[in-house]
C-alpha cells in the first residue's frame, strides 16, 4: 500500500499547484487534518484545517493572499502508512507582487489509501522527528 500512498501523494501535490480543490479532496480522507506551515512562513499562528471544508477554506485564504503558489518536492520517503518529503515552497503576493520562497517539510499519514493528516515545517529536522526520524 505505500507506494500507492506515495502515488496519491504526488496526485495531491500536482491538484494542489493546480489549484484543483475537488482533485486534492479526492486524495483526502474526509476528515483529514491539514496543519499548514504557510501561517507560521508569514508571521501567523500556526493553523489547524479540518475535513473538506478545511481545505476548501485554505484555499480561499491563499488566494486572498497569493497570486501565485508551486510547491516542489525533491525527496519523498516512504515509511509505509507515512510518508515525509522534502522541497520548497514558491509563492507571489497577489497585491504586492512580492516574491517569496521557503525550504518545506512534510509528513502525511495515510488509511485506506487517503491522507488523514499533514503536518507541514519550515525545518526539515523538524519533519524528521515529526516522523519518527532523527538525522
Do not use: C
Not at 484543483?20 to 508569514?42: C, G, I, R
Not at 501567523?44 to 518536492?73: D, K, M, S, W
Not at 487517503?114 to 515545517?121: H, Q, V, W
Amino acid at each position: 500500500m505505500s507506494q500507492e500512498n506515495v502515488e496519491a501523494f504526488k496526485r495531491g501535490i500536482e491538484a494542489y499547484n493546480r489549484r484543483d480543490v475537488e482533485a486534492l479532496q479526492e486524495e483526502s480522507d474526509p476528515e483529514v487534518e491539514w496543519h499548514s506551515a504557510l501561517a507560521v512562513l508569514l508571521g501567523g499562528e500556526a493553523t489547524v484545517y479540518r475535513g473538506h471544508e478545511g481545505i476548501r477554506e485554505f484555499f480561499r485564504e491563499t488566494e486572498e493572499a497569493f497570486a501565485e503558489i508551486n510547491l516542489e518536492f525533491r525527496e519523498i520517503r516512504d515509511l509505509g502508512d507515512r510518508l515525509v518529503a522534502f522541497g520548497r515552497f514558491r509563492a507571489r503576493g497577489k497585491a504586492s507582487g512580492a516574491e517569496t520562497q521557503s525550504p518545506i517539510g512534510l509528513v502525511v499519514d495515510f488509511k485506506n489509501g487517503k491522507a488523514t493528516r499533514l503536518r507541514g515545517f519550515l525545518d526539515a529536522n523538524e519533519a524528521l522527528k515529526a516522523a519518527g526520524l532523527q538525522e
